[in-house]
T-cell receptor, first 114, second 116 residues
Framework: DAGVTQSPTHLIKTRGQQVTLRCSPKSGHDTVSWYQQALGQGPQFIFQYYEEEERQRGNFPDRFSGHQFPNYSSELNVNALLLGDSALYLC?????????????FGEGSRLTVL | AQSVTQLDSQVPVFEEAPVELRCNYSSSVSVYLFWYVQYPNQGLQLLLKYLSGSTLVKGINGFEAEFNKSQTSFHLRKPSVHISDTAEYFCAAPRAGGTSYGKLTFGQGTILTVHP
């Protein structure tokens, strides 16, 4: 049973560029949430997707956008990258009707913005 | 004010000693509480969860936590730690009033370092 998979694992971009991160949820899960974890911090909620729609959003600017596909996989897009966007981006999946708050996390995509 | 507060940023301990990692929560979160562990260069793994019922919750790897409503705490404990427990630990709770429970609020994390 495959867990949550994310790609790429590491990437380096320069300021102003755009990046797309990908996530495949755990088998049987239909909900995908994205988190940003800056160095030395706890994860911060970016947004959540369910039924191909953004259902909740944290305090992140519109430069952060996402998408969910019919197979429940998801993408996170960040435009006009800033140095402060350097972080570990975590994808977490869950079952909408499942245990409240129990998320299964991938290993993350580490983004470095130069 | 932060909804979930971890009181210690770093906890050093010797192998086979007991350990307690402290977490306090505020009323702005639902009273579902979680502890996650993050090993170096990895994602987060669920250690244990409190949803309702018994206030003493047992998790994986010998960890347990006690929900204390009067003190708004959910401290994580292990009676005897191993070198392999060296990791960062996060306390988390869903935000109260949300339409789904997928949005977790995390504490700042506690780095547990187990020395031989």
């Amino acid at each position: 049973d495959a867990g949550v998979t994310q790609s790429p694992t590491h990437l380096i971009k320069t300021r102003g560029q755009q990046v797309t991160l990908r996530c495949s949820p755990k088998s049987g899960h239909d909900t995908v949430s994205w988190y940003q974890q800056a160095l030395g911090q706890g994860p911060q909620f970016i947004f959540q997707y369910y039924e191909e729609e953004e259902r909740q959003r944290g305090n992140f600017p519109d430069r952060f956008s996402g998408h969910q596909f019919p197979n429940y996989s998801s993408e996170l897009n960040v435009n006009a990258l800033l140095l402060g966007d350097s972080a570990l981006y975590l994808c977490a999946s869950s079952l909408n009707a499942g245990t409240a708050g129990e998320l299964f996390f991938g290993e993350g995509s580490r983004l470095t913005v130069l | 004010a932060q909804s979930v507060t971890q009181l210690d940023s770093q906890v050093p301990v010797f192998e086979e000693a007991p350990v307690e990692l402290r977490c306090n929560y505020s009323s702005s979160v639902s009273v579902y509480l979680f502890w996650y562990v993050q090993y170096p260069n990895q994602g987060l793994q669920l250690l244990l969860k409190y949803l309702s019922g018994s206030t003493l919750v047992k998790g994986i790897n010998g960890f347990e936590a006690e929900f204390n409503k009067s003190q708004t705490s959910f401290h994580l404990r292990k009676p005897s730690v191993h070198i392999s427990d060296t990791a960062e630990y996060f306390c988390a709770a869903p935000r109260a009033g949300g339409t789904s429970y997928g949005k977790l609020t995390f504490g700042q994390g506690t780095i547990l370092t187990v020395h031989p």
